[in-house]
């Protein structure tokens, strides 16, 4: 399958999801990384050897010009998937009406706690123990999507939102890779709320 990998920040589950994409098998490949500002996943990419684009709000005359700048820039690299890896701007309705129901995102909290922008801060102020990583398909609301996989990551006491969220990334890490293989090789059965990826 042909993936785009569309983030924000550091780049580091782009850079595990390069490292995942180049183990023998995987049946997925990253075409090119998309970026809506200079940031640590476009040095990534281009150590890589990816191709990389960037597509910036503040380029554009308005939000609507910029999704469709986005989607035009996605859509000419003919992805099957597009996984959001940190990308922290909400996609528009033209993205949907492209993209929808093969969009992925990873957001660091066990959905629905804790949606949008600082799920970790967030977390760590509500004083909740137990923490964890969703990866869920895109739909049109922010971090709405069905899900299609969780897993737990303990809250420790002396954390701060800096450790706990790198604990986070790390589940993340290997929980994406997984999930983008599977839907890569299996798709995704979608009805309303629930999304399931057919066994084996
Ligand atoms: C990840 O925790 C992701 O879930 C959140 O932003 C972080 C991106 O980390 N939306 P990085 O930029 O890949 O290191």
Known sequence: ARIVVLASGTGSLLQA?????????????????????????TEH??????????????????RSAWDVALTESVAAHRPDLVISAGFMKIFGPAFMERF??????THPALLPSFPGAHAVRDALAYGVRVTGSTVHLVDS?????????QEPVEVRVDDDEAALHERIKIVERRLL???????ALRGVVSDGRKAVIPSE
């Open 177 to 183: 890779a997984e999930v983008v293989a599977a839907v």
């Open 17 to 41: 999801l390069i490292e995942a994409t180049r183990t023998d098998g995987y049946p997925a490949t990253i075409v090119a990384v998309g970026v809506d500002r200079d940031c640590g996943a």
């Open 141 to 149: 609301g922010v971090d709405t999507g069905p899900i299609l996989a």
């Open 100 to 105: 929808a129901g093969r969009i992925i995102n």
């Open 45 to 62: 990419a281009a150590e890589a050897g990816v191709a990389h684009f960037t597509v910036a709000l503040r380029d554009h005359a308005d």
